[in-house]
Nanobody, 123 residues
């Protein structure tokens, strides 16, 4: 499975970014998917997860109300809309797959993840 996250960049506090995640030669539509991140010098932390049918979405408390996870089944892509970004949101963001249809929480045990995309929030 090859996952490719994109859409990262340098933004100022309060601005927005939209991350995308696409897969090569792998159908994502039957799996739960999500995002986790890793800030410099810190451990990985879960960000958000969405069930295969978008029946449920989950968010870490630190991003709830600011981030929105969604998926486009026709494009085989998952998105993370990040609004009102804060410096503490800085990090490498990874998209990942759960070999299950449901997340069960905002940071499940992911089975696959790809190369991340760097998000830097700084004034």
């Amino acid at each position: 499975v090859q996952l490719q996250a994109s859409g990262g960049g340098l933004v100022r506090p309060g601005e927005s970014l939209k991350l995308s995640c696409a897969a090569s030669r792998f159908a994502l539509n039957t799996y739960a998917m999500g995002w986790f991140r890793q800030a410099p010098g810190k451990e990985r932390e879960g960000v958000s997860c969405v069930d295969y049918d978008e029946g449920f979405t989950y968010y870490a408390g630190s991003v709830k109300g600011r981030f929105i996870i969604s998926r486009d089944r026709a494009k085989n892509t998952v998105y993370l809309q990040m609004n009102s970004l804060k410096p503490e949101d800085t990090g490498i963001y990874y998209c990942a797959i759960v070999r299950d249809t449901h997340c069960g929480g905002y940071y499940p045990d992911y089975d696959y993840w790809g190369r991340g995309t760097l998000v830097t929030v700084s004034s």
